[in-house]
């Protein structure tokens, strides 16, 4: 490959641009088409999730609207030039597998066969490399068959295949997430993960957490934006949910702690009352929940845009940590730009998205995995956001090996 030549990637179900920005800032990459039919919700139509927009304004190019469900893959194919990328990315919806919505556990959504699907555009597109980041379900859950299928399907057409479920946080993303990672090769390409990267190097805990990430961004209110940074904005609340989050103690409190002040009554809603009648808060806590300042931030998902789908309020500050505080929890660069649509659609984009912190690290994979150089862990870090190179660190057996053999 001359100094002007880059690999060819295109990016299905390619959302606000998530795995797509590690590729586009390794400058031996290059983005040749994106698709996304930008579907909010199963119930709304194509358009509705906005994310395109987003995507062009960071990735330079804009995604083909298209309902990958409901298109043939030499469809596909001729809308994209009918070009034979060297990676070809197919991060399919997760909704379906994801354990947080309670039907996923007996229901088998029709979204997940989007999964096995993906294997047919890997037999038009014929690409050295395929990626897939979804749910650690897909490989773990009840319904892990769809993976199984397109491991088979995959294999059949040549294709070395590995499916690892990793906690990001273990790679320097300041947040708890559990997800799946589907790498395919084809031969005589060898597979490698994330896994293999990261042999004998770790991010150490406090390089991780929610004070390191977003500790030092400027103070605002519930519906406020800040001046220098619009997209540093949080929603506003009814009076009723802002006294309830007033009372809630700082750094990790939720709405349980309410149980025993003296105007609990007032605070609680009915359907706290409830749990807690019948003694059953199980994850409920984490509704009306603070983040802690020494911990990663928990999973960030698609419907963190209100305090009452999860423990998405701030540690001290009384509001919804914003869209830029989301984003840098999501491992994007302190300068990625949303679209201009609603301030709910920004935080579903984040929530949707791979980080592009480790999505950086997966492109780095693939350039070891087309080249057998193996690149330096200093080389994996994505400028822009919290992680620093200076943060990582050789496990100490590897240390007493160097010293010994140096």
């Known amino acids: 490959m001359t100094q002007k030549e880059q690999w060819s990637v295109v990016d299905l179900f390619s959302g606000a641009g998530g795995m797509s920005y590690g590729f586009h800032t390794h400058r031996k990459f290059s983005l040749t088409h994106a698709v996304d039919a930008q579907i909010g919700k199963p119930s709304s139509g194509t ?20 309902d990958l469900g409901a ?22 919806p997760c909704t379906g597998f994801s354990r947080t919505l309670s039907e996923n556990h007996l229901k088998d959504d029709p979204r997940n066969s989007l999964v096995a699907k ?73 597979c490698r993960t994330l896994d293999d990267i990261w042999q004998n190097h770790f991010i150490p805990d406090n390089a991780t957490t929610v004070r390191r990430a977003i500790a030092a961004m400027a103070p605002i209110g519930a519906g406020e934006s800040n001046p220098s940074d619009k997209f540093h904005a949080s929603p506003g609340f009814t009076k009723p949910i802002e006294d309830r989050l007033r009372a809630v103690p700082h ?63 701030h540690p001290t500050q009384n509001r919804l940590c914003t869209v830029r505080e989301m ?25 949707d998205a791979v980080p592009p912190l480790i ?3 997966i492109a780095r994979l693939c350039e070891w995995m087309l080249t057998g150089n193996k690149p330096r862990q200093s080389s994996l870090v ?25």
């Open 47 to 66: 358009g509705s999730l906005d994310c395109n927009a987003t995507y062009e304004l960071n990735i330079g190019i804009k995604p083909h609207e298209v």
């Open 71 to 92: 298109i043939s893959p030499t469809e596909l194919f001729d809308i994209c030039g009918r070009i034979q990328p060297t990676v070809l990315i197919a991060c399919s």
């Open 118 to 190: 993906s294997a047919k555009f890997v037999e038009v597109f014929k690409p050295s490399i395929f990626l897939m980041e979804n749910a650690r379900e897909l490989i773990r859950g009840n319904h892990r068959h769809h993976f199984v299928l397109l491991r088979e399907q995959l294999e059949s057409q040549g294709y070395d295949v590995s499916g690892q479920c990793h906690f990001l946080n273990e790679f320097g993303l300041p947040q708890r997430r559990e997800r799946a990672i589907v790498v395919a090769t084809r031969q005589p390409l060898h």
């Open 251 to 313: 750094d990790g409190g939720s709405w349980a702690d309410l149980r025993n002040l003296p105007n609990a009554d007032e605070l609680l809603t009915p359907a706290m009352k409830r749990y807690i009648a019948q003694g059953k808060l199980g994850s409920h806590p984490d509704v009306y929940g603070r983040m802690w300042w020494d911990r990663p931030a928990p999973t960030i998902k698609r419907e963190c845009a209100h305090i009452g789908n999860g423990r998405y309020a």
């Open 327 to 351: 984003a840098t929890l999501q491992g994007f660069p302190s300068d990625f730009r949303f679209g201009e649509g609603s301030l709910a659609n920004m935080y579903r984009h984040v929530g």
């Open 359 to 361: 999505s950086f690290q």
């Open 382 to 406: 994505l400028n822009g956001t919290h992680l620093k190179k200076e943060d990582i660190e050789r496990k100490a057996g590897q240390q007493r090996l160097a010293f010994a053999t140096g």
